[in-house]
């Protein structure tokens, strides 16, 4: 599936979530801090709506696999969680919002 399409499916789906919650909230990640990290260190998402009601996990995801990060902390505007093991690469962060993974369009870079 090209990005464009995926982006244009990651939009439908969140618009989905949010009319099927009876509330305009949308749950999204805008930005990552540190983008480029190591294994086992920590990063900041910033978003919207990250709640633990809302948000039930964080990935980090390439083309085929997703990969558990580990949270830290979580709240509203913000979650901290751990770089899992995987081969250094560029990544996109993706969440769990009830059983769907949704990719987010933010890039993170984990070098050796």
């Known amino acids: 599936m090209s990005r464009k399409l995926a982006m244009l499916v990651i939009s439908a789906t969140l618009l989905t979530l949010s009319a ?3 509330t305009s909230s949308t749950f999204r990640i ?3 801090e540190p ?6 260190s920590t990063i900041t998402l910033k978003g919207e ?3 633990r009601d809302n948000v039930a996990g964080v990935f980090v995801s390439n083309a085929s696999d997703d990969f558990p990060a580990p949270i830290v902390s979580q709240m509203g505007t913000r979650i901290v969680v751990q ?3 995987v ?3 560029d990544y996109n962060i993706s969440i769990q919002v009830k059983r769907d993974v ?3 369009p933010i890039r993170l870079t ?3």
């Open 20 to 22: 099927h919650s009876g």
């Open 30 to 32: 805008t930005a990552v």
């Open 35 to 40: 983008a480029t990290v190591r294994v086992g």
């Open 49 to 51: 709506n990250l709640t």
């Open 83 to 85: 770089i899992p093991k």
């Open 87 to 89: 081969k250094a690469g």
């Open 102 to 104: 949704l990719i987010q």
């Open 110 to 112: 984990v070098r050796d």
